[in-house]
């Protein structure tokens, strides 16, 4: 009988202690800190990203390749030439705040939108403010006109102070709208027709003095089928 107990008592095993439950409270700060680094991280890229062309080029390319292209690839567009000035961002002159950025790309998301664009127009004060065309005195009401020698000077106020954008385009071959009305004849007796521009057909026989890579009113006319 003894034997038995003996027996019994030495195949029983000790009761095993409740595991304990992981917890998690003292993970959960390193978890929320890390978080809010990697959102932190990724808001700023993305702040930064959507002031460049490529943030425009890959989210809405189907509508913005153009100015895409005129801005990195085409080095005859005046958007290509600004580039360096603005950092390479299209945010240095297209200003916007986060909201119409949001809804600018909710609606190509969608499809809600109407081409062609509405064009976006810079005034005189814009092009001529501190850090960009004053210094260089490029038109009326800089420090004075880069063209000021010429025999026929396009930047004169003689018809008044005209718009930059009524020549100077962007993303767009740029228009010498001096050429509607003046003519060859305006250089002759003057100097000539200055250095980097040429002769181009004005219509009805006429020509005229054009930058170099510049296109005329008559020849947009023609484009457009008017």
């Not at 034997?3 to 030495?10: C, F, L, M, Q, V």
């Not at 890959?58 to 603005?86: E, R, W």
């Not at 081409?115 to 005195?137: A, I, M, Y």
Request: proline share 5%; net charge negative.
């Amino acid at each position: 009988m003894a034997d038995e107990i003996k027996e019994t008592a030495g195949t029983e095993t000790p009761e095993q202690a409740p595991k304990k439950k992981k917890s998690w409270k003292g993970k959960r700060l390193p978890i929320v800190i890390a978080a809010v680094v990697v959102v932190t991280v990724l808001g700023v890229a993305g702040w930064a990203w959507r002031a460049t062309p490529q943030f425009c080029d890959t989210i809405c390319h189907s509508t913005m390749g153009k100015y895409y292209d005129s801005f990195v690839n085409d080095s005859t567009s005046l958007a290509y030439q600004h580039a360096s000035a603005v950092n390479n961002q299209c945010l240095g002159c297209h200003e916007q705040t986060l909201s119409q950025s949001m809804h600018q790309t909710q609606a190509q998301l969608a499809g809600s939108y109407s081409e062609p664009f509405e064009k976006v127009v810079f005034s005189n004060d814009f092009c001529l403010q501190s850090g960009c065309h004053t210094g260089g005195g490029v038109m009326p009401g800089a420090t004075e006109s880069s063209t000021a020698d010429y025999p026929f000077d396009p930047h004169s106020t003689y018809h008044g102070v005209q718009q930059c954008n009524s020549c100077h385009l962007m993303h767009d071959q740029s228009v010498f709208t001096c050429a509607s009305c003046h003519q060859v004849g305006a250089w002759e007796g003057e100097g000539g027709v200055p250095d980097g521009w040429v002769v181009m057909e004005l219509g009805d026989g006429k020509t005229g003095g054009v930058p170099d890579g510049w296109t005329t009113p008559m020849l947009v006319q023609q484009e457009r089928g008017e």
